[in-house]
């Protein structure tokens, strides 16, 4: 299929053009290495003490452990290689670079769309039906949600992955993006494009306009709870914790939806372009503070 991309055009061009970069950029090499090391870093801390520590072998504990280290993968299909683009100068990425990273960022950012819905269901349970919480959120299920959770990001991103490889891309090549994502590679197509349009719409309803109902829906059992414990101590303290969590996934989510719901072309795809890096970059980065370091059980483990 790609051989027949490549040979739509008379110049035989191997290579897409990343219009998001220009030339001369350390300010934003540095920043893109700086975030992807916090990255790392944090998210690989959380995935080793909950490994090691014994006393977080918990359902929560287990979820973001899967978090921390899909995270990991997450944010190292697009920022390695954004970060030698800045640094070189050099915008081209082959057509087999090109479609690998698409598909797996697909594949990623879908797997961690269910997985926040996932956890957000196991903070539900344990707030909110407490007695039942290890009944209901057992390890053969958490398996089998987590496992759910990968096999519809592979599935996802083998459905836009080939859509997008039967498009035909003519004249520059050129992506208005930072990286190879789906909303982009439409826009540099010169093919109809009905198909893979529909396909994106039905996509976002099943992989993020529903999880994020479920997580709204969730949280508001969750708070409505919360109000009702006697302790104000207690409330602000759950309530704080809930509150940190809420706004990182509706930023995920509301950003995951507008990017691929987004304008196709004109002026306003330079927001499609910062909602796409807001999606991908934000959540990794702060997962790791949000979710576990103002943790007390972890904290006590890191300090062991």
């Known amino acids: 299929m790609i051989d027949r991309i ?8 191997d290579t897409f053009i990343l219009l998001g970069f220009s030339e001369g950029q350390p300010i934003f090499s540095m920043l893109i290495a700086l975030i992807y090391t916090m990255i790392i870093i944090g998210n690989f801390a959380v995935f080793s003490i909950i490994q090691v520590d014994t006393h977080l072998k918990t ?44 598909y797996f960022f697909v594949c990623f950012g879908g797997s961690e769309s269910l997985l926040l819905a996932a956890m957000a269901y196991d903070r539900y349970v344990a707030i909110c039906s407490p007695l039942r919480y290890h009944v209901v959120m057992n390890k053969t299920f958490c398996l089998g949600f987590v496992a759910g959770c990968w096999v519809c990001g592979l599935l996802n991103a083998v459905f836009h992955t080939l859509m997008t490889l039967k498009l035909t891309f003519c004249g520059d090549y050129h992506i208005n993006h930072f990286f190879c994502d789906v909303l982009p590679m439409l826009e540099a197509a010169c093919s109809d494009i009905q198909s893979s349009q529909v396909l994106l719409h039905v996509v976002t309803l099943f992989l993020a306009m529903s999880p994020f109902l ?27 914790t809930c509150s940190s969590h ?25 927001i499609v372009r910062v909602s796409s890096f807001l999606y991908s970059i934000v959540p990794p980065l702060l997962n790791p503070i949000i979710y576990s370091l103002r943790n007390k059980d972890v904290k006590r483990a890191l300090k062991k």
Not at 214 to 240: A, C, D, P, W
Not at 257 to 270: A, E, H, L, T, V
């Open 59 to 102: 359902p929560m504990y287990f979820f973001l452990s899967c978090l921390s280290l899909l995270d990991v993968c997450y944010s190292t299909v697009t920022l390695p290689a954004m970060l030698v683009n800045a640094i070189t100068g050099d915008r081209r990425i082959s057509f087999h670079r090109c479609f690998t990273q698409l």
């Open 6 to 13: 490549v040979a739509c055009n008379n110049n035989t061009l």
């Open 214 to 240: 479920l997580v709204m829906n969730s949280y508001i059992h969750i708070i409505s709870t919360i109000l009702k414990i006697r302790s104000s101590e207690g409330r602000q303290k759950v309530f704080s």
């Open 246 to 270: 809420l706004i990182v996934v509706t930023v995920f989510y509301i950003t995951a939806i507008f990017n691929y719901n987004g304008p196709i072309s004109g002026d306003s795809f330079i």
